[in-house]
């Protein structure tokens, strides 16, 4: 039979419906793949600083305990250790006050640094995010 004709028009239907029954299942496929990656657990712990609060006061070259709540913890964490910062004025110094520490410990203790006094200091607690103290106090700088 010639194209075009009569006979032949059956499978130009046919092939075309396999072509886009192909394709649907194809982008039905990649949904699905989609909704497998969206689905992941993402384990990024920020555990809530218990102290320093407000009204607490640090002395300059004492020891000092920041703690945290730990009973929230996922199951996974990536990383499992963490940093202590100071942050004054929206700055955080670099340099940390303590630092390969185990984040689910929930404490550590450190040596309040020589710095100027001032009532608007926070702690930042670093591991696989960051989270912030209330604003407290440092008196007796050197």
Do not use: C
């Not at 029954?21 to 993402?42: D, E, I």
């Not at 703690?67 to 940390?96: C, F």
């Not at 710095?115 to 604003?135: I, R």
Request: glycine share 8%; charged share 15%; net charge negative.
């Amino acid at each position: 039979m010639r194209p075009g004709s009569r006979g032949g028009s059956f499978l130009l239907p046919f092939t075309t419906m396999m072509m886009k029954s192909a394709l649907f299942f194809a982008a039905l496929s990649a949904l699905a793949s989609l909704s497998l990656v969206r689905s992941a657990t993402v384990d990024v712990y920020a555990p809530a600083i218990t102290s320093p609060t407000n009204g607490t006061v640090w002395t300059v070259g004492e020891e000092a305990l920041v703690t945290w709540d730990t009973s929230d913890a996922p199951a996974q964490i990536t990383n499992k250790y963490g940093e202590v910062h100071l942050r004054l004025n929206g700055v955080t110094n670099m340099t940390a006050l303590a630092a390969g520490f185990k984040i689910l410990d929930g404490n550590v203790t450190i040596e309040v640094p020589d710095v100027e006094e001032a009532e608007n200091y926070v702690v930042v607690l670093y591991g696989d995010s960051g989270n912030w103290s209330k604003e407290f106090t440092i008196t007796g700088t050197a």
